[in-house]
């Protein structure tokens, strides 16, 4: 019991990696990047934004660069708190 505490807390101490992410765009009329902390909440508000988009999509399987304007949509989920660059 006092091993797995210990290991435990050793754990909790050991941080491998980062939550820091980076995103490039590349369209042929825009492009940039876009960078922060917490990866997994941009992932999730990037995948709430096409879906808010898909009621005005005609039926069908599309690109997601058929769903979203790349500069739009990047200035979009800079106002959530991330970094844009262009």
């Known amino acids: 019991m006092a091993r797995s505490r210990v ?8 941080h491998l ?6 995103l490039k765009v590349e369209t042929g009329t825009a492009g940039g990047w876009l960078t ?3 990866q997994s909440r941009a992932t999730g ?3 709430a934004l096409v879906i ?9 399987v599309h690109h997601l660069e058929q769903a979203v ?3 739009e949509f990047l ?3 800079a106002g959530f708190g991330f970094t844009l660059s262009t």
């Open 7 to 14: 290991a435990g807390a050793l754990l909790g101490r050991v």
């Open 17 to 22: 990696g980062s939550d820091r992410f980076a």
């Open 36 to 38: 922060g902390p917490r």
């Open 45 to 47: 508000l990037a995948a």
């Open 52 to 60: 808010k988009r898909l009621p005005a999509m005609p039926a069908g």
């Open 69 to 71: 304007d790349a500069g």
């Open 75 to 77: 200035r979009e989920l």
